[in-house]
């Protein structure tokens, strides 16, 4: 069965679940926990995924000296792709402009958000100190870019420019054929990751019950997300490919990243699903799907940056108890995207980084009243990560469609 359709039961059943189970107050603590498991097991895979495969993928590009083309087409596609995505979030607020909803958490300490991110920058900042390559692998859980630093030296090194190194170069790409497998692997029964954290996201939506009392807002945040999936970023990537692709194909066979994204907040443990998606389903090559996706998981975060606009001014407009001004919606829009290429410091929590990276950098004093974001962080995180989902699977589409090597993958054979 195609991954798209176990990976939408799973959902479903996970709302089935919470449905059910969700008044019993130690079903929270449960599904939480299995939940954080299964995700990390997800990380813990992604790691040696991205790892092999980011360096046979180097290798290969700069064997036909296509490196250069594809990482510039990446990177422009991730630039382009969250200011957009930033202007879209602000136009959205402009039409239908929201309060920030009181949550359970308003009344935590004002410095909760600012520790956390402190955290966050501290822990990333240790780990690109380059002490030694095997410990960063070893202890990289939530910030990939030490692992794609290593892996990319490695990859450079590993180019068949000559004889003698020609073997190296075909047993990395013989691991990174079999970090396929597992990848594949990995996206056949990954829907049950996605029923066990879909059931405790939605068991926390229906625990915390902020949304059901601030309906607006979750209109807002909905009619925006879907703005998004299906206008935005379809768009835009049909004008990337000169609208010889089909965005809307390329939507329904990325799902299963989407829906993973949604219910896990972790972008990187739907690597793994990504790289066999894009390879499998989407017509992109191993070679760009391995350096592409990666990539994305760090510098992509459009996502991120367009939900937590959607933080920002609604917490502007619920402090002052007035509609944000032209200028402050578009600097605002303007810090969020900034911010976001750097939130992948706090994966997981980007939402959170991007939020009071952007008060310090506009010199907004909230006092306090951004503590309210803390009890909607799985929802928030999880519409940020699904669309970043998005923004990956294109970027690897445009980046192949740019090397001109994509093909047309039929359904019958897509995963």
Known sequence: MKTWITYLAALFMGLATAMLFGSFPQTAGILSSVSSYLISLGVFIAIPVVFITFASGTASLMKDRMGARTAGMTAFWAAVSTIIL???AAAVFMLLPENFPVTSTAGSAPGTLSSHVSYMISSAESSLYPMNAFWSLSTATRFILPVIIISWILGLSLKPSADIIRPAYTVMNSFSEVMYRVSRTYSVYGFFIVFVASASL???????????????YAILLSAAAAAAVLGVLPLLFAVFTGFRKNPYRVLCRAIAPMLMGLSSSSLIAAIPLSESISRN????????????????????KGGSAFISVLVLLPLYQATTGTIPSLAVIAATAGAAALISFISS????????????LSLEMLGINLYGAENAVIALIPVLGGLGTMIDALVTAYGSCI???AMETDIEVPYRDTI
């Open 345 to 356: 410091a706090s994966a997981g929590t980007e939402i959170v980084l991007i939020t009071v």
């Open 399 to 401: 980046a192949a469609s």
């Open 202 to 216: 939605f068991t926390d939506i229906y625990q915390e019950k902020t949304l059901f009392a601030a309906p607006g």
């Open 281 to 300: 389903s989407l017509g992109v090559q191993k070679r760009a799907s391995s350096v592409t996706v990666p990539l994305l998981s760090v510098i992509g």
């Open 86 to 88: 930033s202007i879209a």
